[in-house]
């Protein structure tokens, strides 16, 4: 078997608590492993059918049959090299009959059975260990039988996802319940235990099919790493900022409470026997063999990764470290709490966490025309509704279905703000600040996320969670009653309804009752907005010269005025149709392009793996820590966009960006951290400076009232789309390029020639908008009025 290499792979077990990682772990491995196939019974088929589907979206196929049954088992085997058993405690006896019907077959050739877990010949004691018999009868079957097949054992340890958890009731075996703070430790907490985590199962199994020479015949041991339960607590106690209380059960006490209960016939005695046999140093082997498997697998799980605590996701999806050990060591399962958590797949995870993106382009495409004709402030209220909608049953939902509707309503009203709200700020701020003004909206996106992951942080367990979804009810009532208190758009008041008294009197009302506005209300060219009675006044008292400049040929006629203020607002697909505005259509659909392709997204999801390893922090206060940066740098850029203007600051923004991802591209390389941590930081700070702050400024400046809200939609949609394309492609590129090129960082490179290509286009067709009055300005035309 010299020339032996896995091609066509068989899974028993693969839908299991460790199958499953197994699994997916395969499945990513493909095409080098040519076709994967899961047997699963009638009854996993049906009640884990989504997850079934997704796999088999990535390759999988998916034999339905009994596993005591030979003639399913038979035709199973068909034209498969290479078997891998991943069944529970409760089905390791079935492996004797798989085991001989594999020696029996033509195409089976090998075979990793399930012994994932504590080397069942370790020492002496081992092999006398009640947990270990049914491995060890498997073992001997096939030294005694099987002569044909490879065989390979992958020893991983305990699990540290299972370990880490103090079981109710059985605290005094030892474990860790963050909720409460308590550790329970035992002897003095100093004994070495030898760890594998979930997902490194997955990985070190595809590293064993990559490996068959040196692999067949062994029992290879291999682990994520090895700790002390005191450098466990010690990472807590670092992650919290606090001192835990500890308990501490001596090793005879132990062995005493396991006596016990298997003297009762207790099924929890396998755990407690099992903890014991770790605490004794069970999983301390001379040496591991991650060596030998070492160019093939990936890096390895660190503590501070297997130990992160508040982890949204591991809460909301029931992949929370509190489920009970027990239950998953022994692979019964549990009735999930609807009040607790979601049973979902990672599919359904990314599906619920894209569609608010989908929403959010909903709710760009339909807030321009409806904030056109309807007006700001109502298009605010109607954002409200989504959000509280949205909200409400994200808060109370218990399913995946349900959780996307949900999520669906909060994306249509985060797309439709993302329109309405820069376009609002903008017309009531005063003209000399509205650059300033503009970067609240950067702010706020800002805050909210620094908010939501504060929360996240400290709220993610067991039900706590719903109380991050239940913060957007009550974030949605506050706006709902501000929005009460809040005037509607002088602007579009008087441009698109028609009505310049009531525009003229919010303005002043704004602007406070002693300002002088008169240029303002020129600048809409609707009229000045004063009633009859007082202009005629003010024109009998007119000289000759005030009344032949006050009558000139630029001056707003009546009949003018009465044009303009009646003009119509245009529609998403007539503002992309009409040259006069087809350039700036361009220019924020290009800039919101530029916002995305220059790569701040993924620099935010790298920024963890990137810095974990040089700063004495968690990764969840790692992400707040890059929030609070991104936030203090947005606030302090504020009056830039005003001093500097918006064009210059994109392009400093833009020349930053990429000059940090070339930079951070060659200190990945490389290998300097150091660099790399300084370059993330630096990529975050000019993102702030102009690419995050300005493209929410443009649109509203770049044209007149009448076609600012289809603008508005148009750039929006553009960074709703942009968004989605960097992030399907990012890791997917990324992969490619590092598998292509070998190690990482290549991807960076092409972020940086995007950010070329970003700053050549806002050079050219990105004008200057600072100090200008209106679009026609801003854009050199003047219109006629004779």
Not at 178 to 205: L, R, S
Not at 313 to 326: G, P
Request: proline content about 5%; some cysteine.
């Amino acid at each position: 078997m010299s020339s032996f290499a896995a091609s066509k792979i068989l899974i028993f077990g693969g839908t299991g608590t460790i199958g499953r990682y197994i699994t997916t772990a395969v499945l990513r491995a493909k095409p080098a492993l040519q076709q994967v196939v899961l047997f699963t019974s009638p009854n996993s088929a049906k009640a884990k059918a989504q997850q079934l589907e997704t796999w088999k979206s990535q390759g999988l196929s998916v034999v339905v049959g009994d596993l005591t049954s030979e003639a399913d088992v038979k035709a199973a085997y068909n034209g498969v090299d290479t078997v891998i058993s991943a069944v529970g405690r409760g089905g390791l006896q079935h492996q004797i009959k798989l085991l001989e019907l594999a020696e029996a077959s033509e195409s089976v050739r090998w075979f990793l059975p399930s012994e994932f877990g504590t080397d069942i010949e370790h020492n002496d004691k081992s092999p006398n260990e009640r947990p270990h018999q049914l491995k060890l009868q498997v073992r001997k079957y096939i030294r005694e039988n099987v002569r044909r097949v490879k065989v390979t054992y992958v020893v991983t340890g305990p699990y540290f996802d299972m370990w880490v958890d103090a079981t109710p009731g059985l605290e005094v075996a030892g474990g860790f319940v963050p909720e409460k703070k308590q550790a329970y430790v035992i002897e003095d907490g100093n004994g070495k235990v030898g760890f594998c985590t979930m997902p490194d199962v997955g990985k070190f199994v595809v590293a064993t099919l990559k490996s068959p020479e040196a692999s067949f015949g062994r029992a290879l041991k291999v682990q994520s790493f090895v700790v002390t339960p005191n450098e466990v607590l010690a990472e807590y106690e670092r992650q919290t900022g606090s001192k835990w209380e500890v308990t501490k059960t001596p090793l005879d006490e132990i062995t005493a409470f396991e006596s016990k209960l298997w003297g009762e016939g207790d099924p929890r005695a396998t755990l407690v026997t099992l903890r014991r046999i770790w605490a004794e140093g069970g999983t301390l082997y001379r040496e591991n063999d991650n060596g030998v498997l070492g160019v093939q697998a990936e890096e390895p799980d660190s503590l501070e990764a297997a130990a992160e605590l508040n982890a949204p996701q591991d809460a909301l999806t029931c992949e929370k470290r509190s489920a009970s050990a027990f239950d998953k060591l022994m692979s019964l399962g549990r009735k999930t709490n609807a009040a607790d958590c979601i049973p979902m797949t990672p599919a359904s995870f990314a599906a619920i966490s894209a569609i608010f993106t989908v929403g959010g382009l909903v709710g760009a495409l339909a807030a321009g025309p409806l904030t056109s004709r309807r007006g700001r402030r109502l298009s605010m209220q109607a954002t409200t509704v989504f959000y509280f909608a949205g909200s409400t049953i994200e808060t109370f939902a218990a399913s995946v279905p349900v959780m996307l509707i949900a999520r669906t309503l909060t994306g249509v009203g985060a797309g439709a703000s993302t329109v309405v709200v820069p376009l609002y700020i903008s017309e009531v701020a005063p003209p000399s600040k509205r650059g300033f003004f503009g970067v609240f909206t950067q702010i706020g996106i800002n805050l909210g996320i620094l908010f939501t992951q504060t929360l996240g942080y400290f709220m993610s367990h067991e039900g706590a969670w719903r109380w991050i979804f239940g913060t957007g009810v009550i974030m949605a009532l506050s706006q709902g009653l501000g929005l009460l208190l809040v005037p509607e758009s002088p602007s579009w008041t008087a441009n698109v309804k028609g009505d310049v008294v009531g525009a003229r009197r919010a303005l002043q009302r704004i602007r406070g009752r002693h300002s002088n506005i008169d240029e303002e209300v020129e600048a809409w060219g609707a009229g000045d907005g004063k009633p009859p009675a007082e202009r005629e006044r003010l024109l009998s008292g007119q000289d000759g010269e005030s009344a032949e400049v006050g009558g000139g040929l630029l001056s707003p006629s009546p009949s003018a005025s009465g044009a303009r203020a009646s003009e119509a607002h245009l529609g998403f697909v007539q503002v992309v149709r009409d040259p006069l505005y087809r350039p700036a259509i361009i220019a924020v659909v290009g800039v919101m392009f530029a916002q995305q392709l220059c790569g701040i997204n993924s620099i935010v999801m790298y920024s963890v793996s990137l810095l974990k390893d040089l700063l004495p922090i968690s990764s969840g206060v790692l992400t707040i820590v890059i929030s609070v940066i991104n936030l203090c740098i947005t606030m302090a850029s504020s009056p830039l966009p005003d001093r500097l203007g918006r064009k210059t600051c994109l392009l400093i923004s833009i020349v930053g960006q990429g000059s940090s991802s070339l930079a951070l591209a060659l200190s990945i390389i490389f290998g300097w951290k150091i660099l790399s941590a300084i370059d993330v930081l630096l990529f975050v700070a000019f993102f702030a400076l102009g690419l995050g702050p300005v493209p929410f400024i443009l649109a509203s400046e770049l044209v007149g009232p009448e076609a600012v809200g289809a603008t508005q939609s148009w750039a929006l949609a553009a960074s709703y789309i942009a968004t989605f394309v960097v992030a399907f492609l990012f890791p997917i590129v990324n992969e490619t390029l590092n598998n292509a090129l070998g190690g990482a960082g290549w991807v960076y490179f092409g972020f940086a020639g995007f950010a070329l290509l970003s700053a050549a286009f806002v050079a050219r067709s990105v004008p200057e908008t600072r100090g200008k009055r209106d679009a026609d300005e801003v854009w050199g035309r003047t219109r006629r009025t004779d």
